[in-house]
């Protein structure tokens, strides 16, 4: 049986290799998300986590979180988590949500702020802010330190799979499958 997960800690916490025994109450307090107080909403969809890779305190705890911030018209576009469900809730605004079960059934729900949903671990699942005038912003919980994201539209055509692969697939042409990848690449930086 193949499992992915964080793997369970035989101590309170896992001390990181290069502290010296002068642990203080600062390795438990991530203040990254303070950059969000007083802030000027973004233009784009934003999303900003406490994982695993941005506070170290969380190795072996299997928990993390993140904000996301949705302007008007925005989405989150389709992804899993591989290693974990998602706790998703919307302290602003409203937003489309879904998933995808493994029997490819669609659940959707509109939630309005203070509302709670969970994406199961590992399915396709989207965010959508249909509202053409408000934003949105939400704060999911996850069971793992470290859930990982695999955004579907980047792993399906910003990643090199030869294009008759995907057109196949898809059942179309050659010429869409390109068209789909010009429009994510990446911008250039001005």
């Known amino acids: 049986m193949a499992m992915a997960g ?10 990181p290799p290069n502290e010296n025994g002068t642990l203080d109450g600062n390795f438990f307090t991530y203040t990254g998300f303070r950059a969000l107080v007083g802030a000027d909403p973004p233009t784009a ?3 900003m986590k406490a994982s695993l890779a941005e ?6 705890q299997s928990v993390s979180y993140a904000v996301l911030q949705f302007p ?3 989405t989150n576009p389709p992804h899993t988590h591989p290693r974990s469900a998602e706790l998703f809730f919307l302290i602003g605004g ?5 998933f995808v079960d493994t029997k490819n059934n669609l659940f959707t729900q509109t939630l309005q702020t203070g509302d709670l949903f969970v994406f199961p671990k590992g399915l396709a ?3 959508y802010n249909a509202d053409a005038e408000n934003p949105a912003i939400a704060i999911s919980a996850f069971g793992s330190a470290n859930a990982g994201t695999v955004s579907i539209p980047s792993t399906l055509f910003t990643t090199g799979i030869d294009d008759n ?6 059942k179309t042409d050659v010429g869409t499958i390109q ?5 994510l690449a990446p911008k250039p930086s001005r």
């Open 72 to 74: 008007n018209g925005t």
């Open 94 to 98: 409203t937003l489309e949500v879904g």
């Open 179 to 183: 068209k789909l990848k010009a429009g």
């Open 45 to 47: 969809f934003k999303v």
């Open 55 to 60: 506070f170290p305190a969380l190795n072996g």
């Open 6 to 15: 964080d793997p369970d800690i035989i101590t309170d916490f896992i001390v």
């Open 125 to 127: 699942h989207f965010q």
């Open 165 to 170: 692969v995907l057109a196949i697939s898809f």
